[in-house]
């Protein structure tokens, strides 16, 4: 079966940085998405790997290894305002996208 | 720029009744999705549509039907609502099915079946 896997919560404190892993077993891959949502809200876009490496877009990057079947989340400068959970999706063969249970990140201050 | 539009954005439903939860994009995009989110689950997929007049079943169709008279429109029908239908339900667009780009949420509708 297709599985998508991220830690269930994570902790980090203002001002620091925080790396957020997934990793996923698909069948094929066309791409990786990180999606941010806080409480209550739509998911928004973070960051797409398709890829080997890591992406960089501010204080976020996004690393993809597709060997590995493993990507993660960096986030830099912590704020509060970051405090959301964090969803983790692979675009299998088929164009699918297979969406991790998501993270939730709580900074304190 | 409204984006995408969902309505109701909360419902309390009695089991046994038919509910249509709406959804209306103003991107001009092909492809629509209609999913569910549930506490310690991932977005499921229920189903989706690539092109207008054309739907295709997600990961849990059952239970649901959808419809996509135009690339605008494409609401979510349930026929007789089951408690196990209490979600959060989330429309999303991109810009087509195969697309490598992102998608686009809705704002969720919340969904109580008593």
């Known amino acids: 079966g297709q599985n998508i896997d991220q830690p269930t919560e994570m902790t980090a404190t203002e001002g620091a940085i925080v790396q957020i892993n997934c990793t996923y077993q698909t069948s094929g891959f066309n791409g990786l998405f990180w999606y941010q949502q806080h409480a209550g809200e739509a998911p928004t876009f973070l960051s797409y790997n398709v890829l080997d490496g890591l992406e960089e877009k501010g204080r976020f990057s996004s690393f993809l290894s597709r060997s590995k079947g493993y990507s993660y989340l960096l986030l830099k400068e912590l704020q509060m305002k970051d405090s959301a959970s964090y969803l983790c999706a692979v675009k299998d063969s088929n164009y699918q996208l297979i969406w991790g249970a998501g993270t939730k990140l709580i900074i304190k201050p | 720029i409204a984006g995408i539009t969902q309505a109701p954005t909360s419902q309390i439903l009695a089991a046994g009744r038919r509910m249509t939860l709406r959804c209306t994009q103003d991107?001009?995009?092909?492809?629509m999705y209609w999913y569910r989110q549930d506490l310690g689950l991932g977005l499921r997929l229920i189903h989706y549509s690539n092109t207008a007049g054309t739907t295709g079943k997600g990961e849990v169709p059952d239970g649901y039907s959808v419809s996509r008279a135009n690339t605008d429109d494409f609401p979510l029908t349930l026929a007789s609502a089951v408690p196990s239908q209490t979600s959060v339900y989330f429309c999303?667009?991109?810009?087509?099915?195969?697309?490598?780009?992102?998608?686009?949420f809705g704002e969720g509708s919340r969904l109580t079946v008593l």
């Open positions: 999303a667009s991109s810009v087509d099915g195969a697309n490598t780009g992102e998608l686009f």
């Open positions: 991107m001009r995009h092909n492809a």
